[in-house]
């Protein structure tokens, strides 16, 4: 994390342990998680999503081709607004660097149908993610969403 250098991912500048902990030292993010965002919204309008698809795109892009980082976990939860609106990316903890993987993992509403399958999955699953994430912020709600998992997971 501290090798990241991009405008849309947050960066850490220091980590060190003390006693029995870990400590991160990042850049302060003011503006919420995305997913605040939401609740307070609800829908978000086409050009607002634009704005910040783009964002995630060049992030994504970032990590896949130049740190060949499968990300995993694209969500509202993992996405932070500054005050002006620009996000950065942030929650590396599911990420592997590596062109493929075999591990599930994810949040049930944004997980894909390869990983589901268990058949082994690559960068297209942070794709796949996004596009429920577009899908979410134009709507409201993930598309495949149920109450019940297993529900969600055979409509996914």
């Known amino acids: 994390m501290k090798d990241v250098m991009h405008p849309f991912i947050v960066k ?3 980590v060190y342990q003390k006693n029995y902990r870990i400590y991160f030292v990042m850049d302060y993010i003011g ?6 965002h939401i609740q307070l ?4 309008k086409e050009n607002e999503v634009k704005f910040l698809v783009i964002q995630m795109v060049l992030a ?7 740190l060949n980082v499968i990300y995993r976990d694209l969500k509202p939860e993992n996405i932070i607004l500054d005050e002006h609106g620009y996000l950065k990316l942030t929650d590396f903890g599911l990420s592997k660097q ?8 994810g949040t049930p509403e944004y997980v894909s149908p390869e990983m589901l ?5 690559d960068k297209n699953v942070d794709w796949w993610a996004l596009g429920i ?9 993930p598309p495949f969403y149920d109450k019940d998992h297993s529900v969600m997971f055979e409509n996914i």
Do not use: D, P, Q, V
């Open 12 to 14: 850490m500048h220091y």
């Open 31 to 36: 503006g919420g998680e995305l997913f605040h």
């Open 41 to 44: 919204k609800t829908r978000f």
């Open 60 to 66: 994504m892009g970032y990590l896949h081709k130049e």
């Open 98 to 105: 590596a062109e493929e993987s075999n591990t599930f993992c």
């Open 117 to 121: 399958a268990g058949t082994g999955h």
């Open 133 to 141: 994430l577009i899908y979410e912020l134009l709507s409201g709600i």
